[in-house]
């Protein structure tokens, strides 16, 4: 799998412990979106992946992704992480 981090997204994944959670989640719908969050995985069924220096833990459904890009944004003074396929 390739994944590709914005710059902006490995200055805040070091400066929030090394370590960033990809998996899809449910929220308003049917559809799962695929979200990152900060820190390791509670669950074991994740693949780890070592890039730019940082720990990427993909939920091991998405194996079969060929690329995930993630980036930051911020909105009203509250930074989060948005991960897109492709």
Do not use: F, H
């Not at 890039?51 to 509250?78: F, H, M, P, Q």
């Amino acid at each position: 799998m390739d994944i590709q981090l914005s710059s902006g997204a490995i200055a805040y994944i070091k400066e929030n412990g090394g370590k960033v959670t990809v998996a899809p989640r449910s929220c308003c719908g049917l559809a799962p979106v695929l979200t990152a969050v900060a820190g390791s995985p509670e669950e074991e069924a994740y693949i780890v992946y070592a890039v730019e220096g940082v720990s990427i833990c993909v939920d091991a459904s998405l194996k079969s992704y060929r690329r995930l890009k993630i980036e930051v944004d911020t909105l009203w003074n509250r930074t989060r992480m948005a991960v897109k396929e492709g």
